[in-house]
């Protein structure tokens, strides 16, 4: 028979096992039920203001977002917000966006595309204290395509104004920009919605924003750039449809008759974003309880 203190060894030793062992049984399921929740923010140009409506909902019902994914306009919100995770910096900045902070038309540049893109550079070197990808606050990936080789690229490093001016080069429209010797176009060219991204970059939820729901146009194109817009904005609907399946959250902020260059309804297309999250928030937030 064992000696009392032998015994009282023994307990004291099955104790401690089994409190390490619950620790240790509770630490991984309590890291499995935190979701890493990503928010994919699609191309759309100016009917990208309601990206801004959506994450002012998000925000202000505390969904965690701890990734964003961006691919043209959905690079230039995405990225403004993950930079400075504050919807109403977010709201106030979009506000300040005009035509002439984006398109700087040139006849000089205009073989290769009548926009050169340097006033889009400058307009988030300018407003934007975060000046590399890695350093935003909230992970980022801007989307961006290869005209050589028709790859999607992700630009997770390196300057932040580039890399979204890169993701929102618009081919023919946007004169392309040479990054890390290639040259850079629309990321909506292969994946305007890249929820696939998402989760091969480990997130358990994707939340997608996708700005083509209806891509009809108020009227006859005018321009060479109106039907070169257009036509883009029909190949990316085509395209972007198979991709949205792999969302667990799909939100489509209405958004009808709203041109690629049309800066006159940002109130509206806020509301709009702000509705659809709303509408949207049930599904979230079931998403989120499985987790707890």
């Known amino acids: 028979m064992w000696a009392p203190r032998h015994a009282k060894a023994f307990l004291l030793s099955v104790s401690v096992f089994l409190f390490l062992a619950s620790c240790a049984a509770m630490t991984p399921a309590g890291m499995a039920r935190q979701p890493r929740v990503a928010l994919v923010l699609g191309g759309g140009a100016a009917k990208g203001f309601a990206h801004v409506g959506v994450i002012r909902v998000l925000e202000q019902e505390k969904i965690p977002i ?31 966006i005009d ?87 629309d990321g909506g060219v292969t994946n305007n919605v890249p929820c696939d991204i998402a989760r091969a970059k480990g997130a358990d939820i994707v939340i997608a924003v996708n700005l083509h729901k209806d891509v009809k146009s108020q009227g006859a194109p005018e321009t060479l750039v109106d039907i070169i817009a257009q036509s883009i904005n029909i190949m990316m609907r085509e395209t972007t449809r198979n991709r949205l399946a792999s969302a667990d959250v799909l ?18 297309l806020m509301e709009e974003g702000m509705k659809a999250t709303r509408e949207a928030m049930p599904k979230i937030k079931a998403l989120l309880s499985r987790y707890r």
């Not at 964003?68 to 300040?96: Q, R």
């Not at 395509?145 to 618009?170: V, Y």
């Not at 489509?252 to 690629?260: C, H, L, Q, T």
């Open 251 to 268: 939100i489509e902020p209405e958004a009808k008759g709203v041109s690629m260059f049309d800066f006159t309804h940002k109130k509206r």
């Open 66 to 96: 701890h990734m964003i994914v961006g691919t043209s306009v959905g690079s230039l919100i995405g990225g403004l917000y993950a930079a400075n995770p504050n919807s109403f910096d977010l709201e106030w900045l979009a506000f300040k």
């Open 99 to 185: 035509r002439s902070d984006i398109l700087d038309f040139s006849i000089v540049y205009s073989k290769l595309g009548p926009v050169q893109g340097a006033k889009l550079e400058g307009f988030i070197e300018q407003n934007v204290k975060v000046k590399r990808v890695e350093d935003t606050k909230i992970p980022f990936i801007p989307v961006a395509t290869d005209l050589n080789t028709g790859e999607t690229i992700l630009l997770e490093k390196g300057s932040l104004a580039k890399s979204i001016r890169a993701s929102s080069s618009i081919p023919g429209i946007f004169v392309p920009v040479t990054f890390d010797n290639r040259m850079l176009v």
